[in-house]
């Protein structure tokens, strides 16, 4: 009895102690990464590549970036720009879908609707990319010959909104039916015992209710937008100087510009380790947009107090 | 906070509108990015060589397109366009070639040597002394003869290469024999070609039509343009052979490096199908890329 | 009266404007499946499922000799017909869209019967060969002429209607196909599975089952939680700075610096990792408390409990996992294009290069022209197969819930 019992003590202690190593390896992988990018990314400000070293100041605020001058400062505006305009053209359709899911629309319809929506939501990137360098990118490309505007063949800072206001819609329609769906109804109760319309309890009231859950899908939404790579490169122009805000103009984002020429770099090289300095700018700023976009949804969510 | 959302919107409302621009007949000037060696030839026989290299003196609101594929596409679709193409891919593009100081582009004028807008396809290789292994080196010798012998010029010319000395040349026949060890059997070894995209139809042609000939001989093709050819064919770079659709410059042609010409091609400047310019001069066209030109009403002449 | 009417108006025009967004959503649905398919279906074939992606190479073993001979034509629609040698070719383009000749008919008896293949092999001289490069034929009086497929199908007939003989000529078989990167995907997902799930689900059962709740097991929770919000091409950056040099040394394969098959599987099982770890997680909160309790009772230790009792009902949501991750790695496109590199490949292997079908598509719609059609053709395959993915997680999820009422 006493054998088996230290025996399966032992097992037990050597399970553990398995299960722990692989929590804490799953944990690090997070470290590991930003510590490989930072150390990557600082080299090409403390090291010298053929005599060439890039100076930090210039590397953030410049307005170039062709070889051997890396010049990264219009290409963080140009990203946010294209992000914030992203946004606004998402966020109003993707509210007013979910509020028509939730609230509104009969229970077949609102069905067809959600699972139309959670389809957009599987495709992957990179067919929205295709989808956009071959249908959308000539659309813009008509649309401005029309009214006497040149574009690049139609890549251009429009497209690229388009491209990515379809790709976050599908998340910020989902979080706001989620939010939306959870106001408490007797809310809306009462707003329809005093006497308001249906139209304004859903929007006087369940909107501005559900304010928090979809600020925290409009972060989401902003989240995918800044990362994302492939679909933005194929649409995006990948302009060399800037910044620019003509909608019609090709533009870059810091995504677009680690993705690209990848192939040429050799490892090791100034072309590649800069890559990491740009993807450590861009973790960075995720990072602080995240902070700030967090604590204005805190402020939102102030003058709510669920019962 | 609705009125910090409005004036938010209004913000950026007026950004979008302000940024918008277009106006009609104003030329508009597409060149490829500084690393093309379309875009070195191109301004250097037009007499702007500091062009070449750098984008300071383009005129205001150029476009750069990354391939020739790139700005065949832009001027398709631009009435008010004009950029400059191989010749070779000018078939079938859907645009207008124009002639050159009135002597129309064509195989013909680049060998007699009327046609001025003409350049050389070059080719770099790697040092024997920084290729690892021997079968390597007798591949790229191997490689190397066979695109000199006249099956391989004559598959450049079938690729719109302009090249002379066809019948003069040894059929590949009768050299391969010094080449033995190179086409004997065995595994499959990578050889990396790259350089310039003007070349790469041409490369790629040469490289599927030996690999037929030689068992060993796995060709890789990472055209990213003429920069790389002396790059990538140095010690540390990753490339045997590198391509350039340029003359090489002084840095790229010094004492060991090992270089040669395998055809001629033609810079023809290209503008939409629907523009009624036949002919321009050199001043013109300098006119036009340094903005001293900026209306199609002024070439019209 | 006035602010009744007014309050209508205001209330009609947005219930309008909500129906209209709505629809948006449905609109832009409609027009990229309606795109995809449209363009796509013209090339899906089983074909394009089994052919390489390269163009082989092939050339005549010796001079074929046509003294004397003469053959039928079949009258072939569009085609050259070349009398004494017994083929038949027209001007066609290829799957990527360059025009070409191709060889439509071959007789039986025609004297083209044997090539050499790239690696020295003898192959027989097909239909559906590629001609965009040159021949030599031999005439009557013993010259040589060259014919060059720049010049059209009717040329080279005619040329070859006053030779006896060809000498040299550089055919190829077509490419274009996708079974490269079929396989490759296979592969990834095979490779990823294999190392993610266990990592993922043994990490699951300790966050779950044995750590404490303090502060040390939440600062984990959330490092693996940060995990899900990171670019994938952050995670790309990391696959070129971590693993290729790593598979490059335990490989002891210089070629792979360029990135590799298993180097690009690494980077995958990082990126569904938190997937895994979620799906078993909230699948072990799921199993009634009383199934763990009544084992313990009855004298089980912790890890017979954990492992005979926990982790089979947890089956169905760990499947859930595995099916998303699939679904993920199917999908990825920028992480892959840095770790495993962009060359698309036709001989597959762990150490080898190739690429997916996602970075497939990349790697069509890049270049000089971009190849639309072959890219809407794979893009079929990986939305029905991701849609099918999707549904199977739907249904299985809904069961497994049911399980426990």
Request: charged fraction near 20%; hydrophobic fraction near 45%.
């Amino acid at each position: 009895m006493d054998k088996a019992k230290k025996r399966n003590r032992r097992i037990d202690k050597i399970a553990k102690n398995i299960l722990l190593f692989t929590a804490i390896l799953s944990a690090l992988f997070i470290v590991l990464i930003i510590v490989i990018v930072a150390l990557r990314g600082f080299r090409p400000f403390f090291l010298s590549y053929d005599g060439h070293k890039v100076s930090f100041f210039k590397f953030i605020t410049g307005t170039r970036y062709f070889a051997p001058e890396y010049r990264i400062g219009y290409i963080i505006i140009n990203t946010m720009y294209v992000v914030l305009l992203s946004v606004l053209v998402s966020a109003p359709i993707s509210v007013l879908t979910a509020l028509f899911v939730a609230k509104m629309a009969p229970k077949v319809l609102s069905n067809i609707l959600t699972t139309t929506i959670e389809v957009l939501a599987s495709i992957p990137s990179i067919i929205f990319g295709m989808f956009g360098k071959g249908y959308v990118v000539i659309l813009v490309r008509n649309f401005a010959d029309k009214i006497g505007i040149v574009t690049a063949g139609g890549q251009s800072t429009l497209a690229t909104v388009i491209v990515l206001s379809m790709m976050i819609m599908p998340t910020i329609t989902m979080l706001s039916i989620t939010a939306i769906k959870s106001v408490p109804e007797d809310m809306e109760h009462g707003s329809l015992a005093l006497g308001a319309s249906e139209t304004q309890t859903m929007f006087c009231i369940s909107l501005n209710a559900a304010k928090p859950g979809i600020f925290a899908g409009i972060i989401l939404g902003v989240g995918r937008a800044l990362g994302e790579a492939t679909a933005v490169t194929m649409v995006a122009g990948g302009r060399g100087s800037g910044p620019t805000f003509s909608l019609f103009s090709t533009t870059r984002t810091l995504t677009s510009t680690i993705l690209t020429g990848i192939h040429e770099a050799n490892f090791g090289s100034l072309e590649y380790d800069i890559r990491f300095s740009i993807g450590l700018v861009l973790i960075v700023v995720i990072l602080v947009v995240n902070i700030i976009l967090n604590a204005v949804k805190k402020r939102l969510g102030r003058y709510y107090e669920p019962s | 906070m609705r009125k910090f959302i409005l004036s938010i919107l209004v913000l950026v409302l007026g950004v979008v509108l302000v940024g918008c621009k277009g106006k009609e007949e104003t030329i508009k000037v597409y060149t490829r990015d500084t690393t093309s060696g379309t875009r070195g030839a191109f301004f250097e026989i037009i007499g702007l060589k500091a062009l070449a290299e750098s984008n300071d003196g383009l005129v205001d609101g150029y476009i750069e397109a990354s391939t020739n594929g790139d700005m065949m596409d832009s001027v398709k679709n631009d009435k008010n366009g004009i950029g400059y193409i191989s010749l070779s891919g000018l078939s079938g593009s859907g645009l207008k070639g124009l002639e050159f100081n009135g002597v129309a582009a064509t195989e013909a004028n680049v060998l007699n040597d009327t046609y001025e807008l003409k350049r050389p396809f070059m080719y770099i290789r790697k040092a024997d002394a920084d290729i690892g292994s021997e079968i390597e080196k007798q591949l790229v010798a191997a490689f190397l003869a066979f695109m000199d012998s006249k099956d391989g010029k004559e598959i450049i010319k079938n690729k719109d290469g302009i090249v002379g000395g066809i019948d003069t040349a040894p059929t590949w026949d009768s050299i391969k024999d010094q080449h033995a060890a190179a086409l004997a059997e065995g595994d499959q070894v990578e050889i990396h070609f790259g350089g310039s995209t003007s070349v790469e139809k041409i490369a790629r042609a040469l490289s599927s039509a030996f690999s037929a000939l030689a068992p060993r001989f796995k060709p890789m093709h990472n055209h990213t343009g003429s920069g790389a050819a002396y790059e990538g064919t140095r010690a540390d770079g990753n490339l045997h052979i590198g391509f350039a659709s340029r003359n090489l410059k002084d840095t790229e042609s010094g004492t060991g490096v090992i270089y040669g010409r395998l055809a001629w091609d033609a810079v023809v400047i290209v503008v939409n199908s629907e523009n009624e310019l036949n002919n321009i001069n050199t001043e013109q066209v300098k006119d036009v890329y340094t903005g001293e030109i900026k209306n199609w009403k002024d070439l019209r002449n | 009266m006035n602010r009744v009417n007014k309050r209508k108006v205001i209330d009609t025009s947005l219930k309008v404007i909500t129906y209209i967004a709505s629809f948006i959503a449905v609109i832009i649905l409609g027009a990229i499946l309606f795109f995809v398919f449209s363009r796509g279906s013209k090339l899906l074939s089983f074909k394009i499922l089994v052919t390489d992606y390269h163009s082989k190479p092939y050339r005549l073993e010796t001079t074929v000799s046509a003294k004397g001979l003469s053959f039928e034509n079949p009258h072939i629609k569009d085609a050259y017909f070349s009398e004494n040698f017994g083929f038949a070719v027209k001007d066609d383009y290829t799957l990527e869209g360059i025009k070409t000749i191709r060889f439509v008919y071959i007789d039986d008896n025609s004297p083209l019967k044997t090539t050499i293949n790239e690696q020295g092999e003898k192959s027989p001289f097909k239909e559906g060969f590629i001609f965009d490069s040159t021949m030599r034929a031999v005439l009557e009086d013993e010259s040589t002429v060259t014919i060059f497929s720049r010049y059209g199908a009717e040329n080279l007939v005619n040329v070859l209607s006053d030779a006896v003989g060809i000498q040299t000529a550089n055919v190829k078989s077509e490419g274009g196909g996708i079974r490269g990167s079929i396989i490759t995907t296979l592969y990834l997902i095979f490779l990823t599975l294999i190392i993610g799930l266990p990592f993922g689900i043994l990490t699951a059962l300790y966050l779950h089952e044995i750590a404490p709740q303090n502060k040390v097991t939440n600062l984990l929770r959330s490092f693996i939680d940060m995990l899900t919000g990171v670019p994938s091409i952050i995670f790309g950056l990391m696959g070129a700075a971590v693993f290729i040099p790593l598979t490059s040394a335990l490989f002891s394969n210089p070629d792979m610096k360029r990135g590799s098959v298993i180097a690009g599987a690494l980077t995958l099982v990082v990126i569904i990792l938190p997937v895994v770890i979620k799906a078993t997680e909230s699948a072990l909160s799921v199993v009634p408390k009383s199934y763990k309790e009544g084992s313990l009772a009855l004298g089980a230790t912790k890890t017979q409990t954990i492992f005979k009792i926990m982790l089979p009902n947890a089956l169905p949501g760990i499947l859930s996992g595995a099916i998303l991750s699939v679904g993920r790695v199917i999908g990825e496109s920028a992480a892959l294009i840095f770790a495993m590199g962009t060359f698309i490949g036709d001989k597959i292997s762990i150490t080898g290069r190739s690429t997916s079908l996602a970075v497939h598509i990349w790697s069509v719609m890049g270049g000089e022209i971009p190849n639309v059609t072959l890219a809407s053709t794979i893009a079929i395959i990986i939305l029905i197969v991701v849609l099918a993915l999707n549904m199977s997680v739907k249904v299985i999820t809904n069961r497994f819930m049911n399980k426990y009422k």
